[in-house]
């Protein structure tokens, strides 16, 4: 009678050595949505039990309108973070975005469609000179952009003359946006489904074309990508300006939001959709994360904005909050991180 002998597999046996931690790590590196969702969850749930208000339709109806532009700012964001850079110029981009749209189609008489055109073309044309000054400048996203948001913030203004243009004297069509209607007892803006509509192309974009697995190769290492045969530079090139165009229907959504166009409102959302990305499970080093990460990042801030609102705590004490969350946030990507060593 033979027996045989089960030969051991060394992968496994090392498997079976990792700690629990070290598997929790291993989870989370492979799937980076994961943790934003479970804060997601655990963050409702809490904010729930302390506040009944917090549960109620309207106020579920009132936090989902409020992401919408913040989280269509986060998405343009994801693909500028993804590369390694950062966009410090997305709330100023929109600003002169709707200030342009909102000024045609009120100012001049022009259709709705020209107004909407025009401002893609602004939001396209921002996008294209940060991802000029990125590529062919060799200027640090950072540096680039920082820059440029100053130079679009002031732009706005001065196209503008700093005054507001208010809904009544724009077409329907400008407002459309922030018109709402019931699913399920929560009132949900057409602006939540644009911005919707936004992520689903960018997820497909993103895992199912080669475009973005050249935006992550890239964000991994510039280097060993442009050893492979990707162009680095368009790559960046062509991130940049779909960012411009993410940022155009922010712009729009943003008018339907406040019913109004305004050069004042918007330019310090640059902070809350980076922000979004990081609690989102997006890494700040490039290479790492998912779109619909950056979604539940939006969502986690504007269910802790509103918690902490409900719960009667100051303004500050929300920046705080919103600040300690992107610190663990930053820390856990880090440690995430390590599971490749």
């Not at 002031?154 to 809904?167: D, E, F, P, W």
Request: hydrophobic content about 55%; some cysteine; charged content about 10%.
């Amino acid at each position: 009678m033979t027996t045989t002998t089960a030969t051991a597999d060394p992968a496994a046996e090392f498997l079976d050595r990792r700690s629990p931690l070290e598997r929790a790590r291993g989870v989370l590196h492979r799937y980076p949505a994961l943790s934003p969702a479970i804060v997601l969850v655990l963050s409702v749930i809490v904010f729930g039990l302390l506040n009944d208000r917090f549960l109620a339709l309207s106020n579920l109806s009132l936090i989902t309108q409020q992401v919408a532009v913040v989280g269509t700012l986060a998405a343009a964001q994801t693909l500028i973070i993804l590369t390694a850079g950062i966009d410090l110029s997305v709330g100023a981009v929109m600003v002169l975005a709707s200030m342009v749209m909102a000024q045609v189609a009120s100012g001049s008489g022009a259709p709705p469609v020209l107004a909407l055109a025009f401002g893609l073309l602004v939001g396209m044309a921002c996008g294209g000179l940060n991802g000029f000054l990125v590529t062919r400048l060799k200027l640090p996203p950072f540096i680039a952009t920082l820059g440029t948001f100053n130079v679009f913030t002031a732009i706005a203004l001065l196209y503008s003359r700093g005054a507001t243009v208010r809904g009544g004297d724009m077409p329907a069509v400008m407002t459309w946006t922030g018109t709402t209607f019931p699913v399920f007892g929560v009132r949900v803006s057409t602006g939540v489904l644009l911005m919707l509509g936004a992520y689903l192309v960018l997820a497909v974009a993103l895992s199912r074309t080669a475009w973005g697995k050249h935006v992550y190769a890239v964000g991994d290492d510039k280097d060993a990508a442009r050893l492979s045969g990707i162009s680095v530079n368009r790559v960046l090139l062509s991130v940049y300006l779909t960012a411009g165009v993410i940022l155009a229907l922010a712009a729009w959504i943003q008018i339907g939001r406040a019913n109004a166009a305004s050069p004042n409102v918007g330019v310090d959302m640059n902070l809350d959709s980076i922000t979004a990305v990081v609690i989102g499970g997006t890494s700040l080093f490039g290479g790492r994360g998912v779109i619909w990460g950056t979604l539940l990042g939006a969502l986690i801030v504007g269910v802790f904005r509103n918690g902490l609102s409900l719960a009667g705590l100051d303004v500050l004490y929300q920046t705080l909050a919103v600040g300690i969350l992107v610190i663990v946030a930053v820390s856990l990507d880090q440690w995430i991180r390590k599971v490749r060593k």
